[in-house]
């Protein structure tokens, strides 16, 4: 403890100085670094019943694990998924999130994780999500991540949402907005394979960095579209 305030009184004066002191070393392994899910189960209670429905929509290159199904609209490369969609054998449909090709209430769960924020109608999609499922759980990007990432432009996203209560409010992106912090800083550093301060700072805070809606029987949601519209 007294070492650990010694270096931290030099590190800020050398700060004062113009020097940043980071200790150079291969980056730890960060949770859910490769797979959502690492993160996901730490901060949210999934509490899915052995033999339930679970439909993960918008599956990709990370299926949740606990799905029975998995759905995706897009199976070539595609600018709205960085990696290549992944098949395990489970059964996969292609679908539309704004019109599903399932019963009403028949899926037990629903997972929908950054998906909504590339919607083109997210009360659309959200009506859908409520009318075929009992519960489920949404994860989109925060504002934050997105400016810092600058991955609304990079990978098409329509909106910034937030959550609160039970309630998901969606903000149409400014074309301004959408270019985020117009450089490649923020996301070189926290994909870096050298371990530097601001990974801790990311990964051990993903509820900050990412929307996580979970919902049961139905949630309510809003739209604000720019032209200062909102539908309900």
């Not at 949402?161 to 301004?176: P, Q, T």
């Not at 490649?184 to 900050?208: C, T």
């Amino acid at each position: 403890m007294v070492l650990n305030k010694i270096l931290d009184l030099f590190r800020f004066k050398l700060r004062r100085l113009g020097f940043e002191v980071i200790r150079i070393r291969s980056r730890p392994k960060w949770p859910g670094d490769k797979d959502r899910f690492e993160y996901q189960k730490q901060l949210v209670q999934f509490d899915i019943p052995a033999g339930s429905v679970v439909l993960d929509i918008g599956s990709g290159h990370y299926p949740f694990p606990l799905a029975t199904i998995l759905a995706d609209l897009y199976t070539e490369e595609t600018p709205h998924r960085a990696e290549k969609l992944v098949r395990d054998g489970r059964p996969f449909v292609v679908l539309d999130v704004h019109h599903l090709p399932f019963a009403d209430k028949s899926i037990d769960f629903v997972c929908c994780s950054h998906v909504l924020e590339h919607a083109e109608d997210p009360a659309q999609a959200c009506s859908e999500l409520i009318r075929v499922a009992h519960r489920g759980y949404i994860e989109t990007p925060t504002f934050a991540s997105d400016m810092l990432f600058s991955w609304a432009s990079i990978s098409n996203h329509k909106w910034h949402i937030v959550a609160i209560n039970n309630n998901l409010l969606f903000f149409e992106y400014s074309a301004r907005q959408q270019k985020g912090i117009q450089s490649p800083i923020w996301r070189v550093l926290i994909q870096s394979a050298e371990d530097h301060p601001l990974q801790e700072a990311y990964y051990n805070n993903r509820d900050l960095f990412n929307v996580m809606f979970s919902w049961k029987n139905e949630f309510n949601y809003a739209v604000y579209k720019l032209d200062n519209m909102k539908k309900l």
